[in-house]
């Protein structure tokens, strides 16, 4: 069994001249790609003295030159660790420390913000990306990393309910694995060309919209920009991309309007959050392009399960296992229940990590008896298809990115006049959730709302960053002294924010 950089480099060494990824007027070809993998390999290894094991941060905003990093730490026998690009110096700095990361390939764009790394935070060594072409070439002699499957390949952090990130081990193998998977329930062939309008970051984007295209010898459209919709559909017409997976949000914003015709689009994904029925059933009505819900979690590579492409499709389900990985509902202690009882959704296979990067405490809870327990609650019907119901973890779904209330609640603590604070998710018609804070303030405190916000955006990313504010006298408790959150919810809204 290969590894990763070798299952790209051999679709390269058999279609070198293929274009393996267009950008608005920009086109790469499969040969392109790899030898700018091998300048960035021969750059970590030699200038940095990157060694198998490595950790280099990977902190680069959708662009061509983030496959040649990616493939090149790869290369250079690192581990690869994707940064959320909307991430602020605090955030990135817990990365930097958990992680030890060395080396970390970023922009011109971002690089500034390493300037405001917070105190003690070790700067690691910068390789600013532009396309990656004034690299020179791997010496003569160079020989790319002779990984295992079994060894690490990246860590995507992650958060759990505590708020701090968590960063996933993932092997060669582990994402191989999905790959293989994906091919089958996807169907996918080297004629394949996947739009990628989500961030690449992302490991919904890291594995189908990254490494199944170019581990299949297929394409990838990778679009500018997502503003308006419009102009993603003219990039997908114009680069005549055959898949597209995005977030439910997008697909609602589609829903509105029927794609033009003479598209080349043959299905559309559902993934990183819960796809309302309307919005699936609203679009399929409206286009012959089948769209798709699935499901997956980082810990799992991602993907785990889809509706599938020939059969029943059952709206509001997230479908059937892929291929090679299993999926049941248990309870507590472990058992699996029948259909229509309710428990948390465990998986098992390939795909599935190693654990959480110096976690042990985390990876016991996470890894029971060979299945991963992914914190979501649902039930499976008598066919086999599950529907999730509820999430067991305290977390939100903005625009299909996790975020997680504790860690913005450990913000607002650090607030002078804050006494209490609790975050919950709130309904968004565009953007799936928003968060929303209430807090009680400390007597003969009042609340600048301006300084709170400016004092926000500096330590969290903007879309962390509650769109409404409530003060209560108190927040409700029960007799232990928890903030009772569901009483939050079932609180009707105060109307002045």
């Not at 920009?26 to 198998?52: D, I, K």
């Not at 590579?301 to 889809?306: D, F, H, K, Q």
């Not at 059969?311 to 059937?320: A, D, H, M, N």
């Not at 409404?468 to 919810?489: D, M, Q, Y």
Request: proline share 10%.
């Amino acid at each position: 069994m290969m590894n990763l950089h070798e299952a790209f480099l051999g679709q390269a060494d058999r279609r070198p001249d293929k274009t393996a990824l267009w950008f608005g007027p920009e086109s790469f070809t499969y040969a392109q790609l790899a030898a700018r993998s091998g300048g960035v390999a021969a750059a970590l290894r030699q200038r940095w003295g990157v060694q198998p094991g490595d950790r280099v941060g990977l902190w680069l905003k959708n662009q061509p030159a983030f496959i040649p990093a990616l493939f090149g730490i790869l290369r250079a026998g690192g581990v690869a660790v994707p940064i959320n690009n909307f991430f602020k110096p605090d955030e990135v700095a817990h990365l930097i420390r958990d992680a030890g990361i060395r080396v970390l390939i970023t922009e011109p764009e971002l690089a500034p913000a390493l300037d405001h790394l917070p105190a003690g935070c070790p700067r690691p060594a910068t390789l600013l990306s532009t396309t990656f072409a004034h690299l020179p070439p791997p010496p003569h002699d160079w020989r790319d990393a002779d990984t295992a499957p079994d060894q690490l390949a990246a860590l995507i952090y992650t958060s759990g309910t505590t708020g701090a990130p968590k960063g996933a081990m993932l092997t060669h193998g582990n994402f191989l694995h999905n790959v293989r998977s994906c091919q089958q329930a996807l169907e996918i062939t080297e004629e394949e060309r996947i739009a990628v309008l989500l961030p690449q970051f992302h490991s919904f984007m890291l594995t189908v919209g990254t490494l199944l295209p170019l581990l299949s010898g297929a394409g990838i459209v990778l679009i500018k920009s997502l503003h308006p919709p419009k102009n993603v559909i003219l990039e997908i017409a114009q680069h005549r991309a055959t898949l597209l997976p995005a977030i439910p949000q997008f697909f609602r914003a589609l829903a509105a309007n029927p794609l033009p015709s003479g598209l080349a689009l043959r299905l559309c994904i559902s993934g990183a959050a819960p796809l309302p029925v309307d919005t699936l059933e609203t679009f399929n009505a409206r286009n012959p392009v089948p769209l798709l819900e699935g499901y997956g979690l980082s810990e799992a590579s991602p993907v785990v399960s889809l509706n599938p492409i020939r059969g029943v499709r059952k709206p509001g389900s997230i479908g059937l296992p892929i291929p090679d990985v299993e999926l049941t509902i248990r309870d507590d202690a472990g058992r699996e229940l029948p259909p229509g009882e309710v428990g948390e959704l465990c998986v098992r296979g390939g795909n599935v990590m190693q654990g959480y990067w110096n976690q042990p405490e985390a990876t016991a809870e996470a890894l029971q008896n060979g299945w991963l327990r992914t914190g979501d609650v649902g039930y499976q019907d008598t066919d086999g298809y599950t529907f999730i119901t509820d999430r067991k973890k305290d977390m939100l779904l903005v625009n299909g990115i996790n975020v997680y209330p504790r860690e913005i609640e450990e913000v607002l603590h650090r607030f002078p006049g804050i006494r209490d604070a609790a975050v919950i998710g709130q309904p968004d018609p565009r953007k799936g959730e928003q968060p929303v804070a209430y807090l009680s303030l400390e007597e003969g405190h009042e609340l600048d709302r301006d300084a709170l916000r400016a004092y926000l955006r500096e330590h969290l990313a903007d879309y962390k960053i509650p769109r409404r504010i409530h003060v209560l006298p108190e927040l409700p408790r029960n007799s232990t002294g928890k903030i009772l959150k569901t009483a939050l919810r079932q609180m009707p809204e105060p109307t002045v924010a």
